[in-house]
């Protein structure tokens, strides 16, 4: 029963490069959410997917981010020329159905040098 | 748009010092609200899920309670290892959940 699962753990970017963060959810589960968490603050909401579709990107900066959930394989958050401002945890949950619990991933580290 | 907020932001108990976390809430169409607990540098574990007021779920030391506007965490006779930051949510009809900021509890020995 493997839990959900993020890598890179850590990932170090310098300003302008593009950083990839990866999930794979639970077994079972076909609903993703990815949040970003800045120190001392608390979670926000970025994205909601299911297989092949975006369902709410309402927490999304408009641009330099997209999520995609494909039908094979994980979940991939991208972040095009990333800035300072970007460094923050980001994490990834599952859920079997909407609205439902969800399962978090050990978060992602990003730093922006 | 659905509001979470919770208080107090944080709090120091020594340990058997019973206290109650609060979680308020606005959103139209609750469909569940879920407490989760956070350690440091860790993603949150989900704890409980709440559907309707009146409803109240036991874990250990830790209960949750709902009613139609709030809920409570309710911590009897704490530990050091419940020391963690406790995050609500709720979710609604458009399927994502909304998070609170959440209360770092900090149980001392």
């Known amino acids: 029963n493997a839990g959900v699962m993020q890598n890179p753990r850590h990932l170090v970017r310098r300003r302008g490069q593009e950083a990839r963060l990866r999930c794979s959810p639970m077994?079972?589960?076909?609903?993703v959410y990815w949040y970003r968490q800045l120190p001392e603050e608390g979670l926000k909401f970025m994205v909601y997917?299911?297989?092949?579709?975006?369902?709410?990107e309402s927490g999304m900066p408009k641009e330099r981010f997209s999520a995609e959930f494909p039908k094979e394989g994980p979940s991939i958050l991208r972040i095009q020329q990333v800035v300072r401002g970007d460094s923050a945890a980001y994490f990834c949950a599952s859920s079997p159905e909407g609205i439902r619990e969800q399962y978090f991933g050990p978060g992602t580290r990003l730093t922006v040098t | 748009e659905d509001q979470v907020t919770q208080s107090p932001e944080a709090l120091r108990l020594q340990e058997g010092e019973s206290s109650s976390l609060n979680c308020s809430y606005t959103v139209s169409g609750l469909r569940g609200l879920f407490w989760y607990r956070q350690d440091p540098g860790k993603g949150p574990e989900f704890l409980f899920t709440?559907?309707?007021a009146g409803e109240e779920k036991e874990k250990e030391r830790l209960k949750a309670t709902l009613t139609k506007k709030e809920s409570f965490l309710h911590i009897t006779a704490p530990k050091p290892e419940d020391s963690a930051t406790y995050l609500c949510a709720v979710g609604a009809n458009a399927g994502k959940s909304t998070f609170g900021d959440g209360t770092t509890l900090t149980v001392k020995p």
């Open positions: 997917l299911q297989k092949e579709n975006i369902i709410d």
């Open positions: 709440l559907y309707s």
């Open positions: 077994k079972g589960h076909s609903h």
